[in-house]
Nanobody, 124 residues
Framework: QVQLVESGGGLVQAGGSLRLSCATSGRIFTSYAMGWFRRAPGKEREFVAA????????SYADSVKDRFTISRDNAKNTVYLQMNSLKPEDTAVYYCAAHGRLRVGVQPNEYDYWGQGTQVTVSS
């Protein structure tokens, strides 16, 4: 089992930045590939970004490419999502997720563990 706790969400104006953090505890952090997903009101949960166990492989949704950066600090058991140039359409609850397989996952059903989520609201 691994526990995930997100933080760093909040209210920001369009064009601003936020950094989300996801602290993990339980099993060995480097055993898990990590991902960020989001769910906007009335929409399905969608993939945002993912990073492999060692941080070598990274994937982004087209909608956030060149604006968001995922990274992990294996010494701190934490994964981050730096979000720049935020847009109102980025408003959503952001979730951190983990799975124990080698490849980077982009589908929610590939992930075994989920955090509770953190709200990000971008005003226009």
């Amino acid at each position: 089992q691994v526990q995930l706790v997100e933080s760093g969400g909040g209210l920001v104006q369009a064009g601003g930045s936020l950094r989300l953090s996801c602290a993990t505890s339980g099993r060995i952090f480097t055993s898990y590939a990590m991902g960020w997903f989001r769910r906007a009101p009335g929409k399905e949960r969608e993939f945002v970004a993912a990073i492999s166990r060692g941080g070598v492989s990274i994937s982004y949704a087209d909608s956030v490419k060149d604006r968001f950066t995922i990274s992990r600090d294996n010494a701190k058991n934490t994964v981050y999502l730096q979000m720049n140039s935020l847009k109102p359409e980025d408003t959503a609850v952001y979730y951190c997720a983990a799975h124990g397989r080698l490849r980077v996952g982009v589908q929610p059903n590939e992930y075994d563990y989920w955090g509770q989520g953190t709200q990000v609201t971008v005003s226009s």
